[in-house]
């Protein structure tokens, strides 16, 4: 695992990310993209980013319980960023994987090797999202810190 960068004040622990806003205004908005980002914000803060209080998952009968409730991949919608919302779905199938929200196996193993690091992640490496015919500017500032975050802890392999 990388070493945390960041303090979070509010819980008083080190973070691999800084503290992240939920993204907001623009002129092109990705409102399907934008649900599932602020729900991963929210299953990320004060565990791997910084900007909130430090919580643990409820461990009923010793099993390994998800910090986060599921979150859907990003589908349909008006307006669609497509380069962010494969970065999100990657995302989330990496949080899935690493139990930090539900919907993945209990308490499974990483399975990606990464080179650039000599171990096992739980996601594949995945691109900074720069890119492409729509852009949601404040989600991909979400984004981009979400995925340095993730690689920083070794939750994605580095890119």
Known sequence: ?????FFNSNGGNPC???AT???TGGATIDANARTAAVSMLAALRGHILAGAALTSPAAPNGYSQAYG???ANVSAGATIDAEA???INGMLAALREA??????GPGSNPSVWDPKVFMHVHGAALADVTTGATIDAPLRTAVNNMLAAL?????????
């Open 69 to 71: 409730a599921a979150i």
């Open 151 to 159: 690689r920083s802890d070794n939750i994605i392999a580095q890119n």
């Open 1 to 5: 695992m990388g070493s945390p960068q």
């Open 85 to 87: 919302r494969v970065a």
């Open 21 to 23: 806003v939920d993204p």
């Open 16 to 18: 691999h990310g800084p």
């Open 99 to 104: 139990n930090i929200i539900a919907g993945g």
